[in-house]
């Protein structure tokens, strides 16, 4: 588990003085704010933040540093971290996402399917996007109880019974 995690990333400017449109990975969206000063992936950068408003998919907010559209503009795409201590304790079903990627996923009886890549959330659930050997491209497994029993972040894998026909026999 790396001591920092991504809670969201700046999806350019908003207006023209400075403000951005920040995507939040928090539940609840605004509990970001909490977790400040965020720094860049690099920890190049740190920002306070101050909360604005609400955007079409993302809040609005105010960057220590950030004085106008084009220094907003730059940091598109910028991922912001906040050091793993202040964010709050998880009950033991929840997950941070990043703490997810990079797991090897197991089948039921022990083998390997692949890796976890990245977990996109569409609105209807969590998906793990799981590469590896056999496969042609990347495959979305349900991230539920019954789709993946099993999570061991300690040992480095979950299992997985997934929906027959997802993955390829082996």
């Known amino acids: 588990m790396s001591e920092r995690v991504c809670v969201g990333a700046l999806a350019g400017a908003f207006g023209v ?3 951005v449109r ?14 400040a000063p965020l720094s860049t992936e690099d920890g ?15 809040l609005t907010a105010r960057l220590d540093g950030v004085a106008n559209k084009e220094a907003a503009d730059a940091l598109r795409g910028t991922r912001l971290y906040a050091p793993r201590d202040r964010l709050p304790a998880l009950s033991e079903d929840e997950f941070y996402h990043a703490d997810l ?12 399917l692949g890796k976890i890549r990245a977990v996109h959330d569409h609105g209807a ?7 590896g050997p ?21 040992g480095g894998s979950i299992v997985a019974d997934p929906p ?3 993955f390829p026999d082996g």
């Open 17 to 19: 003085r400075g403000e």
């Open 22 to 35: 920040l995507k939040s990975f928090c539940a609840p969206a605004e509990a970001i704010a909490d977790y």
């Open 44 to 58: 190049g950068r740190s920002f306070s933040v101050r909360l604005t408003g609400q955007a079409k998919g993302a």
């Open 101 to 112: 990627i990079g797991l090897n996923v197991l089948d039921t009886g022990g083998k390997i």
């Open 125 to 131: 659930g969590d998906l793990l996007e799981v590469h």
């Open 134 to 154: 056999g496969l042609r491209g990347t495959v979305l497994l349900p991230f539920t109880k019954e789709v993946v029993p099993t999570v061991d972040i300690a």
């Open 164 to 166: 027959e026909g997802l």
